[in-house]
């Protein structure tokens, strides 16, 4: 159904308005709104998305889960293809997309229903006694009310250790 929708009935929808506001406007000036705005985003999302992934590398190399730099590249994905597409509510959705306050309050909106998850293994090799050093983490959070994310995050780890000679 989420596909039909998708690929026949916003279609249709996009139609029949562009026929009433070419007939209001001119179709001429309809086009050119169409092709100003697939410009403009084309130029509005290369320049957050670059801005986003900057974000995304810096919080990933301070150690911090990028969550919100990775809501806001997933938006501007997706407002870069509405912007694309000839007409004017995939144009008004793309342009809306584009906004970080919107993107913002989306994700607060969004954000208690989305959980993160990060892992990582290390290995660790010393050559000259041949000891080795094999781990894992997990991190899981959720961002909702009842368990928010804490700012100072504990720095020790508590593990088993074994060692095999």
Known sequence: ?????????????????LIQVG???????TFVIIIATAFIGAKLVKQQGLQTW?????????????AQSLFDGICILISGVMLITPGLITDVIGL?????????VSYRQFGSKIKFKAAASAHFQQSQNHSTFEGEFTETTETDNDHRISEHKPTTLDGDFERKD
């Open 1 to 17: 159904m989420p596909l039909f929708l998708i690929l026949i009935v916003i279609p249709l929808i996009e139609l029949m308005l």
């Open 23 to 29: 007939g209001i406007i001119g179709t001429g000036w």
């Open 54 to 66: 900057t974000n995304i590398q810096q919080e990933m190399a301070q150690g911090q889960l990028p």
């Open 96 to 104: 809306l997309l584009m906004i970080p306050a919107f993107r913002a």
